[in-house]
């Protein structure tokens, strides 16, 4: 059985930084591609990014681009998203997914159970 697990979410002040983590167990992380989307209370899931299985492509969404970076530690089995200048508009609950192809849609075939991010004013 596939699972995802986000954790590392929290309240921050605006322009502060948190790191998610998002542990896989039941898959090898590095022969998925890993992507992060999120979600704002009445609002879309919205592509945040997403690395290759090798870790050698990544691309991020336009409103998160220099802020958030995406890394892994295959040992672990687990991707990171490294949030950088916070504002409060970044506040959402942060997914992670997993799937043989990197793309930007929610086709994913696993997904974690979220993190909230919390920025405050």
């Not at 590392?8 to 998925?32: E, M, N």
């Amino acid at each position: 059985q596939v699972q995802l697990v986000e954790s590392g979410g929290g309240l921050v002040q605006d322009g502060g930084a948190l790191r998610l983590s998002c542990a896989a167990s039941g898959l090898t992380f590095s022969t998925y591609a890993r992507a992060w989307f999120r979600q704002a209370p009445g609002k879309e899931r919205e592509f945040v990014g997403a690395m290759t299985g090798g870790g050698d492509y990544t691309i991020y969404g336009d409103s998160v681009k220099g802020r958030f970076t995406i890394s892994r530690d295959d040992a672990k089995n687990t991707v990171y998203l490294q949030l950088n200048s916070l504002r409060f508009e970044d506040t959402a609950v942060y997914y992670c997914a997993a799937d043989r192809y990197v793309r930007r849609s929610m086709r994913y075939e696993y997904w974690g159970q979220g993190a909230q991010v919390t920025v405050s004013s």
